[in-house]
């Protein structure tokens, strides 16, 4: 057989069925589902008299439209958001699918949720119909989003009709400065690969700077990469991640965690494997970076100027700019560097988890959020929100002037009552910025966790490596 990539071994060892020249019946080894995108398809299913295929390899989450509010029980307010709430709680009592509801104690975000519990496992296919699935990748899991008539297909039958996409390699070397993480990382990438750079393609990221990054870094490198168009993304899985599975998975024991510890070994890319596209980066080339328009691609380190649209040769970049500049009221050739703030949001799949937490306490320990900044943090899950409890983080935040939150999506769409209103300008931990992503005319600047944290206590965009920082007790 010839070489393949991870990949490749992965779709092939998934494929149930041969369609076509460009597609293949793929199986998928667990789908999650949220409550905005799954009543469409419980509908068609009980239109058809269908019932779900396997249930126990399906997994709910109530998530985009829970309000955050530091109360309990917590009630949904709004009427259409309510309902898709309840829709979702039936339809998974209907058919005996496992259901993280509005008030479990361990409802999150499910990109957070589902691989806290061990759910997410090396070489395993996972699907949602939320674009943010590819932050599986970080275990060695293909995952990827799905639309809504694909989840009526997932739950009549387990599988999906699947065009393979053309494999991309990036790969990282060096060892990321002091003061930058993989928030920065992967908004460099997308800042020079561009928004469509990955479109079409799934991308494997090697080389010794991701080595070196932990699991939940991980997590975040991949869930961004569909900003840059992936269709998947991909890391080998290492000791590392097989630890931080086995530690969260008790049901693996005996020979099955012997034959899969085996197998997850195998979950490599052949040396002599071919890729449609590489890229190389250089992790000395990071610096803390942040969005100053409309795209996860419009980015500059925190030192650099805005690029002027005139300086722009390709007329859609320059036009996207203009509008771009327009819509965030800043102009080319400026600094974003000093840029007022009047929201702060930490929180989201990408930056929800507690190490983010922890990077945030560092920088904030022993300062106060800045007058007129309001400044919210929203765990991940119920399960981030009880750690950083117990580690003093939640008090520690409340006491520098933080609101602490309950988990879920929270601002990082707007789908909830979390929203801002119009030319509020946030400095957030989320993985979007497009217009109107944080509530109608409110402008979103994408930047890491210690970066927002800086923002905060400062109440302008911030260089987060020049304020000194604090180890958490």
Not at 91 to 118: K, M, S, W, Y
Not at 157 to 165: D, F, G, K, N
């Amino acid at each position: 057989m010839s070489a393949r990539s991870l990949y490749r071994k992965l779709v092939d060892a998934h494929t149930v069925a041969r369609l076509d020249d460009q597609n293949v019946l793929l199986y998928a080894d667990l789908h999650l589902m949220n409550e905005y995108t799954s009543p469409q398809a419980f509908a068609g299913l009980h239109e058809q008299g269908r019932a779900v295929y396997a249930p126990e390899q399906n997994v709910a989450v109530v998530s985009h439209i829970i309000p955050t509010h530091p109360v309990r029980p917590r009630v949904i307010a709004d009427p259409a958001s309510a309902l898709q709430a309840s829709n979702l709680k039936r339809n998974c009592q209907r058919h005996g699918i496992p259901l993280f509801d509005t008030n479990d104690a361990l409802q999150g975000i499910e990109h957070v949720v589902a691989p806290e519990h061990g759910m997410i496992r090396p070489g395993m296919v996972v699907i949602c119909g939320d674009s943010h699935t590819t932050t599986y990748g970080a275990l060695g899991a293909l995952g990827f989003g799905i639309g809504t008539s694909d989840v009526e297909h997932v739950l009549a039958t387990q599988t999906l009709v699947y065009r393979p996409a053309e494999d991309m390699r990036i790969r990282v070397d060096g060892v990321l400065p002091l003061g930058t993480t993989a928030k920065d990382l992967i908004l460099m990438i997308i800042s020079r690969i561009g928004a469509q750079g990955a479109r079409g393609y799934a991308v494997e990221f090697c080389g010794p700077a991701i080595d070196a990054l932990s699991i939940e870094a991980r997590f975040t490198l991949c869930n961004m990469t569909v900003e840059a168009g992936a269709r998947g993304a991909l890391i080998a899985p290492d000791e590392r991640a097989i630890d931080y599975v086995l530690s969260r998975a008790p049901d693996i024991s005996g020979d099955m965690r012997r034959q899969a510890v085996a197998h997850w070994a195998t979950l490599a890319s052949d040396a002599d494997a071919p890729f449609d596209c590489e890229y190389r980066f250089d992790a000395a080339d990071v610096a803390p970076y942040v969005t100053w328009g409309t795209s996860p691609d419009q980015a500059i380190a925190i030192d650099g100027a805005i690029p002027s649209p005139d300086e722009l040769a390709d007329g859609v970049d320059k036009a996207s700019a203009l509008q771009a500049l327009r819509y965030t009221g800043l102009s080319g050739g400026m600094a974003v560097q000093g840029v007022p703030v009047q929201h702060v949001f930490i929180g989201s799949c990408t930056n929800g988890r507690i190490e983010d937490l922890r990077d945030v306490a560092r920088v904030v320990r022993g300062k106060r959020v800045a007058k007129g900044v309001r400044a919210m943090v929203v765990p991940g899950s119920g399960a981030v929100r009880a750690q950083a409890e117990q580690e003093g983080i939640a008090n520690l935040l409340i006491q520098a002037g933080f609101e602490w939150r309950q988990p879920g999506c929270s601002m990082c769409l707007a789908m909830n009552d979390d929203v801002l209103g119009p030319d509020q300008r946030c400095a957030s931990t989320t993985n979007r910025n497009f217009e109107g992503r944080q509530g109608r005319g409110a402008i979103t600047h994408l930047m890491s966790p210690a970066m927002a944290a800086a923002a905060a206590v400062t109440g302008v965009i911030t260089d987060v490596r020049h304020l000194s920082t604090q180890e958490i007790p």
